[in-house]
């Protein structure tokens, strides 16, 4: 039986007109929280203007920059071809592996604050945390970081501090789009044998 993998094309991006080739395949829990997140979104959004992609949808910033982001929302119909996103979606998601969180806090980040995007969130299946950058003047200004602490860690913190959790991520595009973080991080741990 011949290796399917090894008959599809790569997967690349471009950064500043350098091609990158992705990582191998991630573990299982950068899987799993992406779909967390997809489901999240594409659930709401059905039925809205708004449309939710998953992984695999080519985001064509400019002739020099696409990359294929973990997530995104596209308000703007008009930008979504049958070759992928030719524009800025609404909000972008990354979630972290190690060989591509440089490129996700660095490079990436800045294109994607640079070409319009509202609203960018960073994720980290390991701390098990969500930061969620807003776009200011073509720049991302971090707005809040949201974690699913772990019990033995909620135990060791103060009434006070335990109350100033915040669990509810606040999406900018809609009032009422609020997405808790262990929704987020539903089922990541259950796969680590």
Known sequence: MDNLALKEPPRIERIDGTTIMMSPRP??????????IYRIFASYLHGKPCKA?????????????????????????SIIHRDGIHGAPD??????????????RGPKMQHYAAAGVKEYWIVSP??????VY???DGNFKLDDI???YPEW??????DEERQAIRMDIPVSLYDDLL??????????DAFNH
Request: charged share 25%.
């Open 27 to 36: 573990l299982i829990q950068h899987s799993v929280v992406s779909s967390n």
């Open 53 to 77: 992609f998953a992984d695999g949808v080519d985001v064509h910033l400019d002739d020099q920059n696409w990359f294929i982001p973990d997530v995104s929302i596209v308000c703007d119909r």
């Open 146 to 148: 949201y974690t699913d």
């Open 91 to 104: 909000l972008v998601v990354e979630v972290l592996s190690p060989s591509t969180a440089r490129n996700d």
């Open 153 to 158: 860690e909620l135990s060791r913190m103060t």
């Open 134 to 136: 807003l776009n200011h």
């Open 126 to 131: 390991l701390a098990k945390s969500v930061e």
């Open 179 to 188: 997405v808790n973080v262990k929704d987020v991080f539903e089922d990541v």
